[in-house]
């Protein structure tokens, strides 16, 4: 089904319609924890994209190469590999964003997005759709960061884009009010949870004026281990009630 | 700091002021997704714990060798194939000889293979607490998984309480669902930020 859509609509449902972040709920790690500021945020979703594309690109030219059994393991040598080049060039060029992300780059590596995507998308499609795929995932994980970071930077510390060393010496703009009354606690790790429940929320309500279903935890359906995954027979895991209501 | 006092202070670093979970934000898709009942949150935390335990135990030596042949820039790729080769043995392990913990722990060993948090743990050992291969640093980074476990078992715990209670609440129309138990995440988060200073104060 998805090889009669055109390009242009891989690309754009990944921005909005399948957002990964805000629509799958996919990548929540990272999404919380490096959107402290704008320029992290960016850094993080740039990374994540350049990785997605890829290995979306190698997987699909490989999927009939891959016996099905060994796929996951094949996908995540791919996967890491790219993330290893991805850790070398930022270390080499942006040491700056290399030490706020710290170890959450090399944990691309165990990004769902990524795994999803190959395993949902790339193991199947042909290579063109695949890596505008992975490039309307990876440029829709960027704006949700981007949201994200947005929001957390201007109540948390009333700067906007710290860290890029072109603005003011690296501290960003100052925002009037703000800076002078920063609400800590949106950089902190409530304001990550709060923020992004926030964020969630209205998403939900766009979603349902357009008609669209509300934003689920995936837990099994999109999880790259449901195939050996048992816990869905014994208990019912992810989203039971989500599903629900 | 004598080294047992010092291996205490990053055991309670660990569980209270560094929480995995709550403020490190590693390992949030189970903390999401299996958090529904306690059961269930137990006996996830409780894989977590014990892969945590033999991905440092083997990942540990793995950089040292790395080290000395300086490859240290394949340790993600490494690190990544080792732990899910291991998380596959020990499951086929378990199945054939110790059915009864398989059938407790084993469901959820699978899920655990492409987990942030144990990756996380292992890759945190190896950037925080030096490479060097003496059996000091070891204690160190197995120390420190067993607490980023307890941790993360008390948080999955913590909040499946938390989670139980909202099942009967009036929740505003659009929060329901995954915002309102995000939000409910933040103000557990919340609770964990009173013990920032707490270790430093304990052990000064």
């Known amino acids: ?245 | 700091m004598s080294y047992s006092k010092e291996l205490l202070s990053i055991f309670v670093t660990y569980i209270l002021t560094q929480n995995f979970i709550l403020s490190k934000f590693l390992g949030i898709c189970p903390f999401l997704g299996v958090s529904k009942k306690l059961n269930t949150a137990v006996g996830m935390s409780a894989a977590v714990i014990f892969v945590m335990m033999i991905s440092t135990a083997v990942t540990y030596p793995i950089f040292n060798l790395l080290t000395a042949m300086g490859l240290e820039y394949l340790e993600t790729i490494v690190f990544i194939l080792v732990i899910a080769a291991l998380v596959q043995l020990v499951e086929i392990a378990m199945k054939k000889y110790i059915p009864s913990l398989y059938n407790a722990l084993g469901i959820y060993l699978p899920l655990i293979t492409t987990n942030c948090a144990v990756l996380g743990v292992v890759l945190l050992n190896i950037d925080t607490n030096g490479y060097s291969g003496d059996l000091a640093n070891f204690g160190r980074a197995m120390v420190c998984s067993l607490g980023a476990g307890l941790g993360f078992m008390l948080a999955m715990v913590m909040f499946a309480g938390v989670r139980s209670r909202l099942e009967g609440a009036d929740i505003p129309k659009f929060l329901k669902g995954l915002p309102i138990t995000l939000i409910a995440a933040s103000l557990t988060s919340l609770s964990f930020l009173g013990f920032a200073g707490l270790v430093e104060n304990m052990f000064a």
Request: glycine share 10%; proline share 5%; net charge positive.
């Open chain 1, 1 to 245: 089904m998805a090889e009669k859509k055109s390009l242009g609509k891989e690309f754009t449902k990944g921005l909005i319609k399948e957002n990964p972040v805000l629509r799958l709920v996919l990548g929540t790690c990272p999404t919380l924890a490096v959107t402290t500021s704008v320029s992290s945020a960016v850094g993080m979703g740039l990374s994540a994209t350049a990785v997605l594309v890829c290995s979306n690109i190698v997987i699909s030219l490989l999927r009939k190469v891959i016996p099905p059994k060994v796929r996951i393991p094949a996908y995540i040598v791919v996967i890491a590999s790219f993330v290893t080049i991805v850790q070398m060039v930022v270390k080499a060029f942006l040491p700056d964003l290399n030490d706020k992300l710290g170890v959450y780059l090399p944990l691309i590596v165990v990004n769902c997005i990524i795994l999803g995507r190959a395993e949902a998308f790339a193991g199947k499609n042909k290579v063109l759709p695949s890596a505008v795929d992975g490039l309307g995932m990876g440029v829709g994980f960027t704006i949700a960061l981007c949201c994200m970071g947005l929001v957390r930077e201007t109540l948390g510390s009333g700067t906007f884009l710290s860290g890029v060393s072109s603005i003011n010496n690296g501290s960003g703009l100052a925002i009037p009010f703000l800076s002078q009354h920063p609400m800590l606690i949106f950089v902190l790790a409530p304001g990550g949870f709060f923020v992004f429940g926030l964020l969630m929320a209205c998403a939900n309500k766009l979603a349902e004026e357009k008609g669209l279903p509300k934003a689920v935890l995936h837990g099994c359906e999109n999880c790259p281990m449901a195939k050996s995954c048992t816990i869905k027979e014994k208990e019912n895991c992810a989203s039971g009630e989500e599903v629900a209501k």
